[in-house]
C-alpha cells in the first residue's frame, strides 16, 4: 500500500523502514497523535491541504500548532493568499487575538520566504 511521507511528502511504499527520499523513519507517522499529522499537512505541497489542515487546527483550538502555523506562514516560499488567510485566521481563533494584533506579530517576526506573506499582513493591516 502507499502513503505518504510527511516529512517531504513524496510518496512512499508503507512497508519501507525509511523515506527513500528524505531518510527520516516511517514508523514515526503512526506514532503521530491527529494534531501532530494536522501540522505536518502545514508543509504539504499541495495548497488546499494546508489550509485545511489550519481551519481544522483553528477548530480544534489547536495551542501548540501556533509556532508551526507562524513557521509555516513565514518559511513557505509558495504561500498564496488564501493560504496566508487561512493561517492568520487560525492562529488568531486558536490564540483568541484580533487578526490585526496576529499580523503585527507577523510583520515583527519579519523572516518572510514570499513577498505574498508581507502583502497580505500589510493589505490586511492598511484597509480601510
Known amino acids: 500500500m502507499k502513503q505518504y511521507c510527511i516529512y517531504c511528502w513524496n510518496e512512499v511504499n508503507e512497508k519501507q523502514g ?3 527520499h528524505c531518510g527520516r523513519p516511517l514508523d514515526e507517522i503512526d506514532q503521530l497523535d491527529y494534531d501532530d499529522k494536522l501540522i505536518a499537512a502545514l508543509f504539504h ?8 489542515a489550519a481551519e481544522v487546527l483553528a477548530a480544534r483550538k489547536t495551542k501548540k500548532a501556533v509556532p508551526e502555523i507562524f513557521r509555516a506562514y513565514c ?6 493568499p488564501f493560504m496566508a488567510k487561512a493561517f ?5 481563533v486558536i490564540e483568541n487575538k484580533s487578526i490585526d494584533f496576529v499580523c503585527k506579530e507577523i510583520i515583527r517576526r519579519d523572516n518572510f520566504k514570499s513577498e505574498v506573506a508581507k502583502k497580505v499582513v500589510q493589505a490586511i493591516l492598511t484597509r480601510k
Do not use: V
Request: glycine residues 0%.
Open 88 to 92: 492568520i485566521h487560525a492562529i488568531s
Open 18 to 20: 525509511l523515506c527513500p
Open 45 to 52: 505541497f499541495e495548497p488546499e491541504t494546508p489550509i485545511r
Open 75 to 80: 518559511s513557505r516560499s509558495d504561500l498564496d
